[in-house]
């Protein structure tokens, strides 16, 4: 739940997650990509990023520009257009 704390203290402008059992997804809004990489790079996400390969068998990432969060629907569609790290 570290990520989470860190995400509320950030300069991220809205969030969702969604997941059960070993499926999670999170989606994220920030204003510019400098705030996105900030968080990312930093405190408790990067020390996921770092473990992830202990807590995952596959990553993917999208990153797109809007002004609001897709729904969950559109963003598993994204997604398959997403940068994957198969462990």
Sequence with gaps: MGILKQLKSSECLD????????????MSLWKNEQDLQL???????????K??????KRIITRTID??????????????KEGKCINY
């Excluded at 968080?39 to 990023?49: D, E, I, P, Q």
């Excluded at 473990?51 to 995952?56: I, R, V």
């Design 15 to 26: 969030y969702k997650k969604q997941g059960i059992w070993t499926t999670h997804y999170t």
């Design 39 to 49: 968080f990312a790079r930093s405190g408790a996400h990067l020390k996921a990023m």
């Design 51 to 56: 473990e992830s390969q202990s807590l995952a």
């Design 66 to 79: 809007r002004e609001q969060l897709p729904t969950w629907k559109e963003a598993k569609l994204l997604l």
